[in-house]
């Protein structure tokens, strides 16, 4: 009797689909099996890309003569240590019986190449292949996969471009690697004066790197500008308020050169002389001249993606992308919310007609069980469809993330981080089936002589989303989180007894004047990133875009993808490039890292550019979406491994180099010369 095998990408994942077959049946060794079927599970990669020595001895020892490193047929080899687990599932797949595999690991591009790499080294001949795409590990979701599970023909394209992506870090990374080690890795070391060190480069992780050095140098650079600003203290029925001049047409200042900006002026003296002129005529008062009233709604925000619940989580909790990552993989695998390996912040229309059971679920949640059942109450969800939390065209592989409504049993044995990024996911998704939060707004003009002062205010009416938004361990109420900052040219938040005052107002109004003073300010640095705002750069090709319905618009692939940002950054973390704050999650770049990034500046300066880095990942997806031929990628990517390999070789800066180390170290405690500096021995692997 022929029977059907199901592989995995974990252990813990094939238990949840032995469940949902209900095969009953017995654990063996590396597999489960029963009447019907079979359930069998890698352990992430079984399979990785062979070491350039497996190709030719010679390779072993680092040289110029053997560079570029282009293979025609690329080696790979089981990973030692999970050999006895490659050699179960070899046996499994090949296995008479077995007549259908279905493919169970991560429905994305990385869960395709962990499976067709083991399917590779095992010969996998005359089998039906089928590819099993899921969006949660709830056993509805499980059987609904199966039973629609695609030939796995279908999922070539992004087989293709998960091979050409693990080609072209391994490719750029010992070209690179190598070539710029082999030139400058001595004056790197001498001038660290430590052990000899291999130079470390990558496609995503040199861009990331420069970003970082980049930003630390414009903090340096950055010389703060003070401005003084003028301001009116204005009496209203009891109450008072302050008006910002600005030197708009009319004023006696209107685009003169004392001027910072249309709200400031470079010297205390020009500030101080303007209300002298002001002050002449007493008592002081000013005159309405524009009141305008309007409400404004504030929609909730849309769902998150991967890089998104990141950066979130950084700004909650303080932890890093990477710890993100992982706790949102656990709570994946217990069920409580779907595939978090996604860039999409939207729902699909095929979700989107379900979604009340995704609520349901949620009732019995004591954190959010009565907005949860507000929300069926409201009925809101039968039309989640028609609005702009559901895009069938913002999704390629995966929608938002979202809880699943089931497996709240499995909460009390998370740790309590796991918990609150578990109900920062909920409230998100809860918020979308809210009205929006309605703020009065109010904008006032107001003249003393021929000069203008200007007030904002902003109040909030109806609190709609925000009442379920802030989560229960947030110090803040949600209105208050609702409420504008005060600050430059924002609009403030005033109570209802001066908002009643300012309802009243009308042009000619005359009001008293209690003073006129002035508020000194400087101008700020850029700010340097943390942990989240980085993933989001990433996200988004290096730009740092803060509002959220702007990134919405941003179209193309960032650099990396949601599966390996926060990897990136590990690892450059780990081999000590860049530097992280665990208290703060704030980057900023070692000495050794500035000194690698001014060594990739001088030789190779595309690498650190994050325009190009993320048109290759786009190529990527082009491959991925068949609009581009594999081979068309790889004779891009050869040219370009060729082109730039032969530049360092030709390149010359060493001693160029050494002021640009100087100029980096006087920020940085003076390295300590040690008797390892005068190690030269060059490494005999690929750098990690």
Same mark, same amino acid.
């Given at each position: ?117 083991? !399917? ?7 089998? %039906? ?14 059987? +609904? ?60 992780? %040199? ?19 003070? @401005? ?44 101080? +002389? ?31 993606? $991967? ?16 710890? &993100? ?54 009925? %809101? ?87 379920? !938004? ?34 009243? $107002? ?83 770049? %070692? ?45 891009? $990517? ?6 730039? &390999? ?6 010359? @800066? ?10 980096? !170290? ?12 005068? &190690? ?9």
């Amino acid at each position: 009797m022929s029977k059907a095998l199901y592989i995995a990408e974990k252990p813990s994942v094939a238990q949840e689909f032995a469940k949902a077959l209900k095969s009953g049946g017995q654990r063996r060794d590396g597999y489960m099996e029963s009447d019907t079927c079979v359930v069998t599970w890698c352990v992430g990669h079984l399979v990785t890309m062979s070491y350039p020595e497996k190709y030719d001895l010679k390779y072993k020892r680092w040289s110029l003569d053997t560079l570029p490193f282009l293979p025609r047929d690329f080696k790979y080899e089981v990973i030692p240590g999970v050999e006895k687990q490659f050699q179960i599932v070899k046996g499994l797949l090949n296995r008479p019986d077995i007549d259908t595999i279905y493919v169970c690991t991560d429905s994305g591009r990385e869960g395709e190449y962990i499976y067709r790499l083991v !399917a590779q080294m095992a010969g996998v001949k005359n089998k %039906t292949q089928k590819r099993v795409w899921i969006d949660s590990q709830t056993e509805e979701e499980i059987l +609904r996969g199966i039973r629609e599970a695609k030939d796995i023909s279908e999922y070539d394209n992004l087989a293709a471009a998960a091979y050409l992506r693990a080609k072209e870090d391994y490719l750029m990374g010992i070209n690179f690697s190598r070539v710029l080690t082999l030139r400058y890795g001595n004056s790197v070391t001498n001038y660290l004066g430590g052990k000899y060190q291999a130079i470390s480069v990558g496609r995503v992780m %040199t861009c990331v790197l420069g970003m970082v050095v980049r930003r630390e140098r414009e903090i340096r650079a950055f010389v703060k500008t003070p @401005f003084y600003r003028v301001m009116s203290s204005i009496a209203l029925e009891g109450e008072s308020f302050e008006g910002e001049w600005r030197a708009v047409e009319g004023s006696r200042y209107f685009q003169s050169p004392v001027l910072y900006k249309e709200n400031g002026f470079k010297k205390k003296e020009d500030a101080e +002389r303007l209300i002298q002129e002001l002050s002449r005529e007493q008592p002081l008062v000013c005159i309405v001249e524009k009141v305008e009233r309007k409400k404004e709604n504030k929609n909730p925000p849309l769902l998150f993606n $991967l890089a998104e619940l990141q950066n979130v989580c950084s700004k909650l909790f303080k932890i890093s992308p990477d710890e &993100t990552l992982s706790i949102v993989q656990d709570l994946y695998e217990k069920k409580l919310v779907t595939y978090p390996r996604t860039d999409a912040r939207v729902l699909s229309t095929a979700v989107a007609k379900e979604i009340y059971k995704n609520i349901s679920g949620l009732r019995s949640y004591p954190q959010a069980g009565e907005a949860a059942q507000g929300v069926l109450e409201l009925g %809101t969800y039968k039309n989640i469809a028609k609005t702009r939390y559901t895009n069938d065209k913002q999704i390629t592989d995966h929608y938002a993330i979202i809880p699943t409504g089931q497996g709240l049993s499995a909460l009390k044995g998370l740790s309590l981080t796991a918990q609150r990024v578990y109900e920062t996911i909920v409230r998100r998704f809860l918020s979308i089936f809210y009205p929006p939060a309605v703020y009065q707004k109010v904008s006032l003009v107001t003249k003393i002589q021929n000069e203008f002062f200007f007030s904002s205010f902003k109040v909030l009416l109806s609190e709609g989303y925000l009442k379920i !938004a802030a989560n229960s361990f947030a110090k803040k109420t949600a209105a208050e989180a609702g409420k504008a900052p005060e600050g430059e040219g924002e609009e403030v938040s005033c109570d209802e007894a001066l908002l009643a005052a300012l309802q009243k $107002l009308k042009k000619g109004d005359i009001l008293n004047v209690n003073g006129l003073g002035i508020k000194e300010g400087e101008t700020s640095p850029p700010k340097r990133y943390n942990s989240g705002s980085m993933i989001l750069a990433m996200e988004n090709a290096g730009q740092l875009i803060e509002d959220e319905d702007l990134r919405s618009q941003i179209k193309g692939s960032g650099i990396g993808t949601s599966a390996t940002r926060a990897e990136i950054l590990k690892k450059l973390f780990n081999i000590k490039y860049l530097s992280l704050n665990k208290k703060t999650q704030v980057i900023t770049p %070692t000495l050794q890292g500035e000194m690698i990034y001014d060594v990739v500046n001088c030789s190779i300066r595309q690498l650190l550019n994050p325009e190009l880095t993320a048109s290759w990942e786009k190529g990527l997806t082009y491959v991925a979406e068949g609009s581009i031929t594999e081979q068309e990628y790889m004779d891009k $990517l050869e040219r370009f491994v060729r082109l730039r &390999t032969k530049q360092v070789e030709d390149s010359s @800066f060493q001693y160029a180099l050494r002021q640009f180390f100087d100029a980096a !170290a006087q920020f940085y405690k003076k390295p300590e010369k040690s008797a390892a500096a005068k &190690t030269t021995k060059k490494p005999d692997r690929k750098p990690e």
